[in-house]
């Protein structure tokens, strides 16, 4: 059985009755990388271990404030499971390098699994205080800096670089997937029996995962190189991407987006609270849109198949504008539906972003340049959110929320012209087929974008 799009053979013989063309390019399916058993059995995995992920969140949170009173509490809990990722993200980058990942995730895994079983059996117990979960939150955090960066540059060992955007994509699918169930089904249980049965829930969730990685055949990964252990590792990772203008704009834009536009719990509790006066069902309305908008924008990543610096450039300037038509929308229902379109856009630059640095980062590398991506894209909450409120209390969340939005697409203009001018690209405006169509093309190239 052929493994691959298909090995190479004799060419038929050519007749002049039959001329010789190339078969079609075959088009990327939604699903490809499903086809792979070891993604196949990691993605299984991750279903069930997403949704307890979720669980998790909303009873962690629920918890302290029902043990403190203290909204103070619930966002330093917030604060201790990121920390570790701001404070040890790159050193993470340079151990997963190092190590094997499978291995890797077994034992990050494990340690979160049990740090689940860990508040399960202290709340049911009634023994669970405050200082408990703000343990088991670091605890968390501590792991995710080895999880993280390992989770994502495992992908590519599983699937290699074909259908590495592919997977990339349902992954990013799976995890908005939890993201619609995990709430739900935590709100039940947190209401029916108590945040102890959630934990132990998230807990258990990790058996998953656990056994699909165990079930892997190891020789059917994408074997990597591992970096040697040796000294200034880190500076060298850091160099490497200061050698590399593709991935380093690539992660400044992703800063710029996360830090400004990705605020969404500051601006969607408060139009649901200040501008529509319309309560906690508005707000879990909002997120519930966004979560099904940012789905259905994996999943047609995943359709596309390859990431271009222009689908990742197009997408943050369609995320910003969004944003700024959805803080003057006159009406909730029409704030409500431009919810989808935002969590799609916002899903593009995030999947685009991802599959682009890791397809266009040496394999040695991966580790540490994905570490330092994803500390630029989780850290930018923690030093967003502030700015955010501060503007939504000083001037409202319209203002606020615009904001953001023109940021975010002003940076996306900006990164793409400076691309585009040290790739020697200029900005052409043309018509194709009876449609307007702006793209770039090579400067010496000029006679070629003359409107038809």
């Known amino acids: 059985m052929s493994t691959g799009p298909g090995a ?17 390019a075959r088009r990327p399916t939604m699903f490809a990388s499903l086809r792979v058993r070891n993604y196949r059995l990691f993605f299984l995995g991750q279903v069930v271990s997403n949704i307890g992920t979720w669980m998790q969140r909303i009873a962690q949170d629920w918890l302290v404030l029902s043990l403190t009173g203290s909204a103070t509490a619930v966002g330093v809990t917030t604060a201790l499971q990121f920390l570790p990722m701001l404070l040890f993200g790159l050193y993470g980058g340079v151990l997963v390098d190092r190590l094997p990942k499978r291995r890797t995730l077994l034992f990050t895994q494990s340690a979160m699994a049990l740090t689940g079983i860990a508040l399960a059996v202290l709340s049911l117990s009634g023994h669970v205080q405050v200082w408990h979960v703000y343990v088991a939150a670091f605890a968390v955090g501590l792991a995710t800096v080895l999880d993280n960066p390992a989770r994502q540059a495992f992908v590519s060992e599983m699937v290699g670089p074909d259908q590495l955007q592919n997977a990339v994509s349902l992954n990013s699918a799976n995890f908005q997937s939890a993201r619609l169930i995990g709430p739900a089904v935590a709100g039940v249980m947190i209401t029916g029996v108590g945040t102890g049965w959630a934990f132990l829930f998230n807990g258990l969730s990790f058996v998953a995962p656990l056994a699909g990685l165990l079930l892997m055949r190891s020789r059917e990964l994408h074997a990597v190189e591992r970096a040697p252990r040796g000294r200034g590792q880190l500076r060298e990772g850091l160099q490497y991407v200061a050698g590399r203008p593709d991935l380093i704009w690539t992660i400044v834009l992703v800063g710029f987006v996360s830090t400004f536009g990705f605020n969404f719990p500051v601006y969607l509790s408060a139009f649901a609270d200040d501008v529509f006066h319309a309560g906690a069902g508005s707000y879990s309305l909002f997120n519930t849109l966004m979560a099904v908008g940012s789905l259905a ?106 904001a953001g939005g023109a940021v975010s697409a002003a940076a996306a203009v900006t990164v793409g012209l400076v691309l585009a001018r040290m790739g020697n690209l200029r900005l052409a405006v043309g018509w194709h087929h009876g449609h307007p169509r702006v793209r770039f093309v090579p400067r010496e190239e000029r006679e070629l974008a003359t409107v038809a």
């Open 8 to 24: 190479d053979s004799a060419p038929a013989p050519a007749t002049h009755d039959t001329p010789s063309v190339p078969p079609p």
């Open 297 to 402: 924008g994996a999943l047609l990543a995943a359709r596309r198949g390859t990431a271009r610096m222009r689908v990742l450039v197009a997408g943050a300037v369609a995320f910003g504008t969004m944003e700024i038509v959805a803080s003057a929308a006159p009406s909730l229902w029409l704030f409500a539906l431009l919810m989808a379109p935002i969590g799609m856009f916002g899903m593009t630059v995030n999947v685009t972003a991802n599959s682009s640095v890791q397809l266009g980062t040496d394999p040695a590398m991966r580790g540490r340049v994905m570490a330092l991506y994803m500390m630029v894209f989780m850290g930018g909450a923690p030093i967003g959110a502030p700015i955010a409120g501060w503007v939504t209390d000083a001037y409202g969340v319209r203002a606020g929320m615009a």
